[in-house]
């Protein structure tokens, strides 16, 4: 036994271990191991309460990577063309960092009627278009704030602290969002290509016009006089018009309607034509809101109505002065 013993030791010494060939398609872990084993080995030093330098620079390395993902992913929507798919990404995103400036001047509900109207503008009009209506929501809220506390002591502040509700982000955007609709779809084609275009940037000039004139009145106005007689009236009275505001809202026309043409929506003559159409515009609903609003039989001429009615006056009149004046 003991002899049988030694001969089966000698052979197992002499005996070489197996050995497996090496492929060379396997010849480095793949992405999948190496992530295994660098999740393995920060679980390790989780446990002893230590991260290894080695760790340290793979975990910087991943983080490197997911930036440049990142990175990519931006520069890919940036560059995409306005498709429908482009502008809910880039409205989703604007919307997420822009949340705190969003709440200030608009309900829940506000900010959904709000994100497609973001997405209808990048739709027809891409970034451009967007940073327009970017300019006249942050003009108009910053207006509304002015003096806010006074106006609510005085009864003529906008209510729930000038947050918007989507009735009036709707009245405020219907001409602009017809304009963009009959962009979108090139109704009448190339020739009516630009007619839209005007009418979509008058039609927030003459928004912008109207609310500024308004809330600039109500806070720095001396004296208020009713659109269709000259008659002093209090503060906030519908159809009123005070020299401060009027002066306002036409700085505030010319600013974003300067915006558009730098930003080559529409041209400097045509800049001119949205001040002069939304000045028209505003004073057009003054005289409706002095004449009608609050009067027995016209109950459904609320804000909201007069908005509509008055940005789709500021589109018209701009697309009719461009064709009868500047083309002339």
């Known amino acids: 036994m003991a002899s049988i013993s030694s001969t089966l030791l000698l052979n197992s010494r002499s005996v070489s271990p197996l050995r497996f060939p090496k492929f060379s398609g396997f010849s480095s872990p793949s992405p999948f191991a190496r992530s295994c084993r660098f999740r393995h080995r920060n679980l390790e030093s989780l446990s002893n309460g230590t991260i290894s330098p080695g760790n340290r620079a793979e975990g910087a390395m991943a983080a490197a990577s997911a930036q440049g993902a990142v990175t990519e992913a931006m520069k890919l929507i940036q560059s995409a063309s306005p498709t429908w798919k482009s502008a809910v990404a880039n409205n989703l995103l604007i919307f997420v960092l822009g949340s705190p400036l969003l709440v200030t001047g608009l309900s829940a509900s506000g900010i959904a009627a709000a994100f497609l109207l973001g997405t209808l503008t990048w739709r027809a009009y891409g970034s451009a278009g967007f940073l327009l209506v970017a300019a006249y929501f942050v003009l108009g809220t910053a207006a509304t704030k002015v003096k806010m506390t006074e106006k609510e002591a005085q009864g003529v502040a906008e209510k ?50 109207d609310t500024v004139s308004s809330e600039i009145g109500k806070a720095y106005g001396k004296t208020t006089y009713l659109a269709t007689t000259f008659k002093i009236v209090p503060r906030g009275t519908e159809g009123a018009m005070s020299v401060e505001g009027t002066l306002a809202g036409l700085l505030a026309s010319f600013f974003l309607a300067s915006i558009g043409c730098f930003l080559g929506q529409i041209t400097p003559p045509e800049a001119a034509v949205c001040v002069l159409a939304s000045q028209i515009a505003n004073l057009g609903e003054s005289i409706i809101g002095a004449s009608f609003q609050d009067k027995q039989g016209f109950e459904w001429l609320n804000n909201d109505v007069v908005n509509v ?20």
């Open 309 to 328: 009615i008055n940005i789709s006056l500021g589109s018209i009149v701009a697309i009719l002065m461009q064709q009868f004046i500047l083309q002339s």
């Open 160 to 209: 729930k602290k000038g947050r918007r509700g989507p009735r009036s982000v709707i009245g405020s955007s219907a001409a602009g969002c017809v304009c963009a609709f009959l962009s979108i779809y090139q109704v009448g084609g190339a020739a009516f290509s630009q007619l839209f275009r005007l009418g979509f940037v008058s039609s927030f000039c003459t928004k912008v016009s």
